[in-house]
């Protein structure tokens, strides 16, 4: 058995102790019973792993080197990009893209990772070297995978075909990107048969949801309705609704009433929608978020996300979900001190809940022993701090550890 002990656990101010055997958490609290290992974090702040429920392996570092930069910033040239260059793509490109993407992400405290993987390939290229990465490298990260019809359902010729064979080879989740199609009956279409499929397949749903800034991109509204109505909206996510931060109080109050009973599930991608959307406006200029202190009110879970890694679509991103979450706190006004407290839950369990993998996932008692320590006594120190994380335990083991950063040289007239 190991012990930590001198911890200071998210959500449960009242334990100091987190006792591990084997794999598992056996308990959590105080004076717990000895163990063969004890570690003391002298006091610092320990939270479930990162969850990072949206982010594309199959793309990242597509961006990176000559003429490969989206000159416009728009996500219609990233598309037109990504489409170009992926004639050539190889299993072996991907799954290397993939693992340079994954090792970043872990070394900055994330375990769970939801990918979307492009079907608009005849050869499902992407899906087929991700399927077998997911079960490799199962022991250190969880990986879900979205089959995503990254050139629009009926768009991409054969597209419908395409995804029912990744869901039939192990996608875990049907996606979409409706506000691409060439109408908004196609789009609406589109969104029904997608719905249909994951029901047939028993799988989750995140479609690419109204990404524009345009208040009349309703597929929002169409996605919820069909759901709602197959009490499937905690299977289903909303990613981006960028249209959704544009639409009129009065519209977007009837829609909250309705997400709240459907309980369908919200994605934002701070960084990524900042740097993409309000691109037609001058002054005052959107920055792309959707409702999300709003949503989070309305009691929706609400997840954060990197979305790209140096791509087509987006140059920077570095798997660091701090720095995601202090953006997006920032741009949602989230920055109440109460808000401060709970704002991990927006890295951590809503992402968690959202992949549903909310039974295994937690500091509790008889759940795998996954957590991180941060650099920081609690939430509001390690935000304003933006701490750094300094070990990631998976499974009872560490997946890494680091020692606090110090100075080589000491500024003199700081030396106490
Ligand atoms: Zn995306």
Redesign the pocket.
């Known amino acids: 058995m190991k012990k930590f002990i001198n911890a200071s656990i998210y959500g449960v101010p009242e334990s100091s102790e987190i006792l591990i055997e084997n794999d598992r958490f056996k308990a959590i609290g105080h004076h717990l019973p000895d163990a063969d290992e004890v570690i003391d974090l002298e006091g610092r702040f320990v939270l479930p792993p990162y969850v990072d429920p949206?982010?594309?392996l199959d793309y990242i570092f597509s961006g990176l080197g000559e003429g490969n930069a989206n000159v416009s910033g728009t996500l219609f040239e990233g598309i037109q990009r990504w489409s170009d260059n992926k004639k050539s793509l190889t299993e072996e490109m991907v799954r290397e893209r993939a693992i340079k993407g994954i090792q970043k992400e872990l070394s900055k405290g994330v375990q769970y990772i939801r990918t979307?993987v492009d079907i608009t390939d005849p050869h499902l290229t992407g899906m087929k070297a991700l399927v077998k990465l997911r079960e490799e490298l199962k022991d250190i990260v969880t990986l879900q995978l979205v089959a995503?019809p990254q050139e629009g359902f009926f768009r991409y010729e054969g597209a419908e075909d395409l995804m029912d064979r990744a869901l039939e080879m192990g996608a875990d989740v049907a996606g979409g990107i409706p506000h691409f199609e060439i109408s908004y009956e196609q789009g609406v279409e589109s969104l029904k048969r997608i719905v249909d499929m994951a029901i047939k397949y028993n799988a989750m749903i995140d479609i690419?949801c109204d990404?524009n800034d345009d208040p009349n991109s309703r597929f929002l509204e169409v996605l919820n309705a069909l759901v709602m109505e197959k009490n499937y909206g905690p299977y289903t996510t909303a990613?981006?609704t960028c249209s959704f931060g544009s639409v009129e109080n009065s519209y977007a109050n009837k829609m909250l009433g309705l997400f709240r009973e459907s309980q369908i599930n919200f994605i934002s991608?701070p960084t990524?929608n900042a740097h993409l959307q309000g691109r037609g406006d001058t002054y005052p200029k959107r920055r792309g978020l959707t409702r999300v202190k709003e949503l989070l009110n309305n009691g929706n879970h609400v997840a954060f996300?990197q979305?790209?890694i140096a791509d087509y679509?987006y140059p920077l991103g570095n798997g660091n979900m701090m720095n995601i979450l202090d953006n997006g706190i920032h741009l949602a006004h989230y920055t109440h001190i109460d808000e401060l407290h709970k704002a991990f839950d927006l890295i951590t369990y809503h992402g968690a809940n959202i992949m549903r993998v909310h039974d295994d996932y937690g500091i509790e008692a008889g759940k795998p022993a996954n957590f991180i320590v941060l650099d920081a006594r609690d939430s509001y120190e390690a935000i304003r701090e933006r701490a750094e994380v300094l070990a990631s335990v998976r499974n009872g083991d560490y997946l890494f550890k680091r020692e606090p950063r110090k100075n080589e040289v000491e500024i003199d007239f700081l030396k106490q």
Request: glycine share 0%; proline share 0%; hydrophobic share 25%.
């Open positions: 949206h982010l594309h979307h995503f690419h990404e990613s981006h991608c990524e996300a979305d790209s679509w």
